[in-house]
Nanobody, 119 residues
């Protein structure tokens, strides 16, 4: 099966930037898309961004559009989330996930990485 591991999280100040990485391992990786989700304390998990592996088509939540950029390195089986102009509302545990097939739920999840944004 596929294992996903996030890295790059850490404390950042308002207005700062951070890049998260998500490396896939465990088997020959194949998926339709990679996505980033986040969960703030006491809140439900929410969608942040996604990218397809083939064409690199992207989608973003309205709250992060224009500030976050998702990308992928197919050769490294790694997805990235570049986060700029961070605000305290971005504080959350960020999870990467893999979607094996279009229109299907994300079926592989990482352990999460903490991103506290100080004011």
């Amino acid at each position: 099966q596929v294992q996903l591991e996030e890295s790059g999280g850490g404390l950042v100040q308002t207005g700062g930037s951070l890049r998260l990485s998500c490396a896939a391992s465990g088997r020959t990786f194949s998926a339709y898309a990679m996505g980033w989700f986040r969960q703030a304390p006491g809140k439900e998990r929410e969608f942040v961004a996604a990218i397809t592996w083939t064409l690199g088509s992207t989608s973003y939540a309205a709250s992060v559009k224009g500030r976050f950029t998702i990308s992928r390195d197919n050769a490294k089986n790694t997805a990235y989330l570049q986060m700029n102009s961070l605000i305290p509302e971005d504080t959350a545990v960020y999870y990467c996930a893999a979607q094996s097939y279009v229109f299907r739920p994300y079926d592989y999840w990482g352990q999460g990485t903490q991103v506290p944004v100080s004011s």
